[in-house]
């Protein structure tokens, strides 16, 4: 048997295409003294994996040019070396790579750690998505950084996304009102189905920051920004005094990875509204995962949370998976099923 593998063919100056990735097959891995031999079943796409296919730095290593593309996985095992491993278990890790078969190593610590999922309690792909690092990257970024407080005002940019759709019902929990901004009608439906107040189509809407100010007359108390750009200069242009902003993300600027994003200066409305503004990582926050999942499947369990999927079948469509993300064309959480 072989391995089937997607390698990094080379940097992308610009988009990235269907030529980024080249499809190659290797030798079946064996598993090695605590290790495990995994099938992949469903591989997870973010846009953190943007920054990976740069050779600009970035806060963790990247992937190189023929090396194996980076992501996370759910697999089922097929061969183990570990004592506390056997076939037919389920793992969840961010160390699978977009490949059908993975060598893991369940001992690692931190978020290389490989995670046991049961199938009984949520469907095996949930660990990718709002009970995997999804959900603890909004949990963490509104909960942690954003504390949106009972009648504050809060706005989440790419709203329908994996995370902003969550982090939007998190705000509601908190007693916040919750605008979406979001790229068209039928992802503001979806918004407003699950909670939001309020919404706002950055495709049609020419002046965003006035039509945030007329939805916000007392300003933005928190920002959790999935995109930067426009949309972030719009709504910086917005706060309120004491505001809290949140950057978890740069998609409308990921296809430009080596550039600097450049627009409005924020440093005299800073000063005016005394407003904080931080970035996130969610591997800072690791230690708040167990603490993160257990609230998350609680608000799932009693229909506070509900989250969407979008899917794609087969292991050949996972650069598609990625440009469609990458471009907006997902609608919710960006998977891809292996058969």
Avoid at 19 to 40: K, Y
Avoid at 76 to 102: C, I, Y
Wanted: hydrophobic residues 40%.
């Amino acid at each position: 048997m072989t391995n089937r593998q997607w390698l990094l063919a080379s940097y992308p100056q610009g988009p990235a295409s269907l030529e980024t990735w080249t499809l190659q097959d290797a030798p079946m891995p064996e598993p090695g003294p605590g290790q495990i031999l995994v099938r992949t079943r469903w591989l997870s796409l973010d846009p953190y994996m943007r920054g990976r296919i740069s050779p600009a730095g970035n806060y963790t290593k990247g992937v190189g040019v023929g090396e194996v593309m980076q992501g996370g996985g759910v697999g089922e095992v097929v061969a183990s070396r570990h004592p506390d491993w056997k076939a037919g278990d389920l793992a969840e890790a961010m160390t699978f790579g977009w490949r059908e078969f993975a060598v893991l190593t369940p001992d690692m610590p931190g978020s290389a750690k490989v995670n046991r999922v049961d199938p009984d309690l949520t469907p095996p792909q949930a660990t990718l998505s709002w009970l995997g690092m999804t959900g603890l990257t909004a949990y963490v970024g509104v909960l942690e950084i954003g504390r949106p407080r009972p009648g504050d005002t809060m706005v989440v940019s790419a709203a329908s996304g994996a995370v902003g759709q969550i982090a939007g019902q998190i705000g509601k929990l908190c007693g916040a009102r919750v605008i979406a901004i979001a790229g068209s009608d039928d992802k503001l439906d979806w918004c407003r189905k699950i909670g939001f107040d309020e919404t706002i189509n950055y495709k049609t809407t020419n002046d965003i920051a006035g039509a945030l100010a007329s939805l916000a007359p007392g300003g933005v108390n928190v920002f959790f920004d999935n995109t930067g750009g426009p949309i972030h200069d719009a709504v910086m242009r917005n706060l309120a005094v004491a505001a809290r902003v949140v950057i978890c993300g740069r998609i409308a600027l990921a296809d430009n990875f080596e550039q600097d994003d450049i627009g409005l200066r924020a440093s005299s409305r800073l000063i005016v509204t005394r407003a904080m503004v931080q970035g996130l990582v969610v591997f800072d926050w690791w230690h708040k995962r167990d603490e993160a999942f257990a609230r998350l499947a609680a608000w799932h369990r009693s229909g506070q949370l509900t989250t969407r999927e979008d899917i794609l079948d087969g292991f050949e469509r996972v650069p598609e998976a990625f440009l469609r993300m990458m471009s907006g064309q997902n609608f919710g959480k960006q998977l891809v099923r292996l058969a």
